[in-house]
């Protein structure tokens, strides 16, 4: 009905027999609801296919991915029960719970869950693939001049970034692994120089092809990446949970790894921080941030 309209547009200066052709064909159908859907617009897929094929891809398993799950909800909930999240979190009724974690999840129940896109012999559940929710983010980002002279205590630098673009057919969410190469580039850096690492989790399986991809010699020889963009240390990166336990609210979650990145570097006294997200149609951000010292 929609291109039917955009049609007649076109044609509302013409005679009345021109605008009545637009309507050939015309069904009572044609004016039903239409559900609401987050398939790309490109290929018609909503992420999670794309997602459950890149990871059948570089080899991820479903007992990696669920293990993967686990360890987010697992993080989350200690780092909530230690007051990590207490300043990052503005208060609802002076809670700041979030009500997507599952701290007592097991790998044995997250295993028992089916396929959610590919059917029946997909991975991706809806366990290990991050929820939709609610949510708003701010980040202030300013010289440090400006910041200084209102008063303010900066938290990090931002040192470099990228945007990357790949096939939205093939390689939908494999963004990462290409802008996190232009950036450690960009710096003169490897991952081993890298002491937080926030990758954003949008589905179990998309964060650990990454990772795959990263290490692989032969996929940087086959890509022209020259050496390997690195090894990921697990101990470094998401330890305070990630998308699949805190979830993702479409455009809020840039700025949350950026804050949990900032008070990363100087809770835990690093230098540097890299976040990394995927998005849909093919894109891909990276950043590194610099801690700003103790002055």
Not at 177 to 201: P, R, S, W, Y
Not at 233 to 245: E, R, V
Request: glycine fraction near 10%.
């Amino acid at each position: 009905m929609r291109q039917r309209l955009l049609k007649l547009n076109k044609v509302m200066k013409k005679p009345l027999v021109e605008k009545l052709k637009v309507f050939k064909g015309f069904s009572l159908g044609e004016l039903a609801p239409e559900a609401p859907a987050i398939a790309n617009y490109t290929t018609g897929e909503v992420m999670g296919h794309s997602s459950d094929r890149l990871a059948a891809k570089f080899g991820v398993s479903r007992k990696d991915q669920d293990e993967f799950t686990v360890r987010s909800h697992t993080n989350a909930a200690k780092a909530h029960a230690d007051g990590m999240y207490v300043d990052e979190i503005i208060p609802v009724d002076g809670n700041v719970t979030e009500n997507g974690i599952k701290g007592d999840s097991t790998y044995e129940a997250v295993a028992k869950l089916g396929p959610a896109f590919i059917k029946p012999h997909g991975t991706h559940t809806a366990a290990n693939s991050s929820f939709l929710t609610d949510g708003a983010s701010a980040a202030l980002i300013m010289s440090e001049e400006k910041a200084l002279a209102l008063g303010l205590k900066p938290k990090a630098y931002v040192r470099a970034w990228s945007y990357v673009g790949v096939d939205p057919f093939d390689e939908l969410l494999l963004g990462p692994t290409f802008a996190v190469d232009k950036v450690l580039k960009q710096m003169k850096l490897t991952l081993n120089d890298i002491g937080v690492i926030e990758f954003h989790e949008a589905f179990a399986g998309q964060v650990l092809a990454n990772i795959t991809a990263m290490g692989s010699e032969k996929f940087a020889q086959e890509r022209g990446l020259g050496n390997i963009v690195g090894k990921v240390d697990f101990s470094k990166m998401n330890t305070l949970g990630g998308s699949l336990s805190l979830g993702h609210p479409f455009g809020a979650t840039g700025a949350r790894l950026a804050t949990t990145a900032s008070n990363r570097l100087q809770r835990e006294n690093q230098q540097y921080a890299l976040l990394t997200a995927c998005a849909d149609g093919g894109l891909a951000h990276a950043c590194i941030l610099e801690r700003y010292p103790n002055k």
